[in-house]
């Protein structure tokens, strides 16, 4: 019976796989370019999603004034103020993940690359600081106050740890990662307004159905996901491939000492690859509130893990791998639910990761950023 | 070169101290503070009536989520227990209780430590809660060795009776009663030719869907569970959509029943949505919004004679807030806890041996168990939510 249902399903399943899959490979990318450069699995990089939800969450909510319902029905909007809203809001996810990704860089990766970097070193020393002030004061003023106290000693600290020129073990840096992730979920799920329930964001698209296709519905919110997804994509290739800021990521991604010798500022190009992954995280996050008009602290948890698989499935470092990985990931999700039932569609994830590794185990198109281009 | 290495050694031990210190004041703070609010709450004329029972410092439990995705049933079972402590505090100037919180955040696996937590502190004679099935099935074990009586308002899953645990004691009707009357629901009241069930993989969701499931036999045309922590439903929706059932029932929590509630209506499914207790919440009506309007909700929750009066000590004690899902019932369970302490037992065994022996009217119906722990009645009421408020439209026969 079951495998009659997959065939009468079988278009609803393809374009909800497409579009989940669309935003898997978006979320891919980020991992795939810092993966590329850096030979680190950027596990904070869920939440820089995570962040985008929010960012597009504030946007709506608090700078546009939508309210949730209106008259007990969702808050839509048309036309012009549509786009607008919309505009914003991608411009909004966008921003914040993007400097929630810089952020990320200076204070957990930057020290760690032995760069002597004195920002970097200063902010993280207050973020500790400011921690442990938490502990022990209960008001804001004074973790504030012990903050800035606590900075100075700290930042001396960490900058005689991490002196110029003393580039971290590898294992340091997953620590970091696996650190700043916990650090930034627990963040939001304590100091945000609604601890770790899940957050709504307003719906101001209505979600009609664009035309039939193989006579399933076409809706809009699709439709806006896959062409978003294939537009920024694009954008980043072409990003990566013809300009002169690409060219000095794909020449650090071939070999960081050349590089470095023939004039290229590693640590600028390090800094543009964070951007380029949180500004793709941010798009993603964005239409993923349009879809699914949700958020939570922990959002970016499964479909980082999930985001992760597909870039390891294309080929991680590789840009069209984690396009496919993502599609491909969101297919076989949606097909292997409808055959097995949904409680196994985290399984089908996985074990189709483990069968394509076995037999390519550099992913579908292979590994590296640097063949990008061939 | 040596001195670098101390340095970062001392500096690895100082960010371990902070760590413990951090974990170490956390705790304490937390259960500090939750004795520190009951004893606030005993008013100051204590002394005028100094009538009442003395007993040594001891203190109950709240065991359940009080945070996470469907904390708001946690919030309401908490409340219903700081309730009738504080009355009986004021009550009883000599003889101090205090409320103890273990937030569980409903999750199964955090469960076994945090009842052994409970189990640990020696103040502690009975365990209201714990709130979900899944969390009752990995913590009573715990409780059920050290002796520690439990009473649940709250996890009605029909399985949780058949393991010969000692301690257990459910302030409501199980599954066993809610899911048939579901299904006559289902098939009497809505008259559905064509039904679909979905579950969300947990201990009480699945549970209670497959007792609809095996009711409701044949007419059950659709089935599929759903990843709770996925955001994404649409394999399910897709096939939901594909068998156009008249009515699908969902067996699971609030938080993923509005995400669900959602995707079915945005994919164009109009099927009747019918839900257990575990939705009868507004945080429900919050994540679905419009989809909520016309659900039909269930639970075997029901205020029985002295609700009035109990619904109005509530509003006097959380200003503008009235009782909610689970309030009463866990009013009722504390209640039977405060009737041994006052009864003069001092132990946790002599608690246990009490509430065998207990009958009292309670705010939900005669509180009296049989020797599974189940307790003595079976109504299942039927909910709908219309403009976005649930109301009760009448006893399922």
Redesign the interface.
């Known amino acids: 019976m079951r495998d009659w249902?997959i065939y009468?399903?079988f278009w609803?399943?393809t374009v909800?796989?497409v579009a989940?899959g669309s935003l898997y490979a978006l979320v891919a990318l980020g991992y795939t370019l810092v993966y590329g450069v850096l030979r680190l699995i950027n596990f904070a990089h869920s939440e820089i999603f995570m962040i985008g939800t929010f960012a597009s969450l504030i946007t709506a909510t608090n700078v546009l004034g939508v309210p949730?319902?209106e008259a007990?029905?969702?808050p839509y909007r048309t036309g012009f103020q549509l786009v607008l809203i919309l505009l914003a809001c991608l411009l909004g996810s966008m921003v914040l993940s993007g400097a929630g990704a810089v952020a990320l860089e200076r204070a957990a990766y930057r020290p760690l690359r032995g760069s002597g970097d004195q920002f970097g070193a200063v902010v993280l020393a207050f973020v500790t600081a400011f921690v442990?002030g938490l502990?022990f004061f209960d008001t804001p003023k004074s973790n504030l106050i012990f903050g800035i106290i606590g900075t100075g000693p700290i930042a001396w600290?960490y900058l005689?740890?991490f002196?110029r020129g003393r580039q971290a073990p590898r294992l340091a840096f997953l620590i970091s990662a696996i650190g700043a992730s916990t650090a930034i979920t627990e963040a939001v799920a304590i100091w945000g307004p609604r601890?770790?329930?899940?957050y709504?964001t307003p719906?101001v698209l209505e979600?009609k159905?664009l035309f039939q296709l193989f006579g399933t519905?076409i809706?809009i919110d699709y439709v806006i996901v896959i062409i978003g997804a294939l537009l920024m994509t694009t954008a980043l290739l072409l990003f990566v491939n013809r300009t002169r800021l690409g060219r000095g990521v794909r020449a650090v991604a071939q070999d960081v000492e050349t590089a470095k010798i023939l004039g290229v500022n590693v640590d600028f190009v390090i800094l543009i690859t964070f951007v380029l992954g949180g500004v793709m995280a941010g798009g993603a996050a964005m239409m993923?509130t349009l879809?699914?008009?949700?958020s939570?602290f922990n959002?970016g948890f499964?479909?980082g893990v999930k985001s992760f698989t597909a870039a390891v499935l294309g080929g991680i470092g590789n840009l069209k791998g984690a396009l496919l990985g993502g599609l491909v990931l969101g297919l076989a999700?949606?097909y292997g639910?409808?055959l097995f039932?949904?409680?196994w569609?985290?399984v089908i994830a996985f074990v189709l990761l483990l069968v394509v590794l076995m037999f390519r185990p550099t992913g579908l198109l292979g590994e590296s950023l640097s063949k990008a281009r061939v | 070169m040596k001195k670098s290495t101390l340095l970062r050694a001392s500096a690895i031990a100082v960010s371990l101290a902070f760590v413990a210190a951090a974990c170490g004041s956390d705790s304490d703070s937390d259960s500090s503070a939750a004795e520190d609010t009951v004893a606030s709450e005993v008013t100051e004329d204590t002394a005028a009536t100094a009538a009442g029972v003395t007993c040594e410092p001891v203190s109950i439990a709240f065991f359940g989520a009080l945070s996470g995705d469907n904390g708001n049933l946690g919030k309401n079972i908490r409340a219903g227990a700081d309730l009738a402590v504080s009355e009986f505090n004021t009550a009883n100037p000599d003889c101090q209780v205090g409320l103890v919180d273990f937030d569980s955040q409903g999750d199964p696996a955090q469960a076994p430590a945090l009842a052994q937590e409970a189990i640990d502190d020696a103040s502690i004679l009975g365990i209201v809660g714990p709130a979900f099935s899944g969390e009752s099935k990995a913590a009573i074990p715990l409780f059920d060795a050290a002796g520690l009586a439990i009473i649940t308002p709250s996890a009605t899953n029909a399985d949780l009776n058949d393991n010969n645990w000692k301690v257990f004691h459910r302030a409501l009707a199980g599954d066993d009663k809610q899911g048939p009357a579901i299904a006559t629901y289902i098939q009497n009241t809505l008259a559905a030719a064509k039904v679909g069930v979905i579950d969300d993989a947990t201990e009480y969701g699945k549970g209670l869907a497959d007792i609809v499931r095996d009711t409701l036999g044949d007419t059950v045309v659709a089935s599929d569970s759903i990843d709770p922590n996925a955001a994404d439903f649409s394999a399910v929706v897709s096939k939901m959509k594909d068998a156009a059932p008249d009515t699908i029932f969902y067996g699971g929590y609030y938080a993923e029943a509005g995400k669900l509630a959602k995707q079915l209506r945005d994919a164009g499914v109009t099927a009747t949505l019918v839900f257990g207790d575990g939705v009868k919440d507004n945080g429900f009506i919050e994540a679905a919004g419009p989809a909520a309007d016309g659900s039909i909700i269930t639970c075997t929750c029901a205020d029985g004679a002295s609700f009035a009066e109990f619904a109005a000590a509530y509003t006097a004690k959380f200003p503008g807030e009235t009782p909610q899902t689970y309030g009463a019932e866990a009013y009722d369970a504390a209640s039977a806890f405060l009737a041994a302490i006052a009864a003069g037992e001092t132990d946790r065994a002599g608690v246990l041996e009490f509430l065998g022996t207990y009958d009292a009217a309670g705010v939900t119906k005669q509180i009296k168990w049989d020797e599974t722990g189940e307790v003595a009645g079976n109504a299942v009421y039927a909910y709908k939510v219309e403009a976005g408020v649930i109301s009760v439209i009448g006893l399922i026969e």
């Open positions: 249902l009468k399903t609803d399943l909800t796989g989940l949730m319902l007990g029905q969702y442990v502990v600290m005689n740890i002196r601890d770790r329930e899940q709504q719906r979600k159905t519905d809706r993923f879809v699914y008009d949700q939570k959002i499964l479909l999700e949606n639910s409808a039932g949904g409680e569609k985290d």
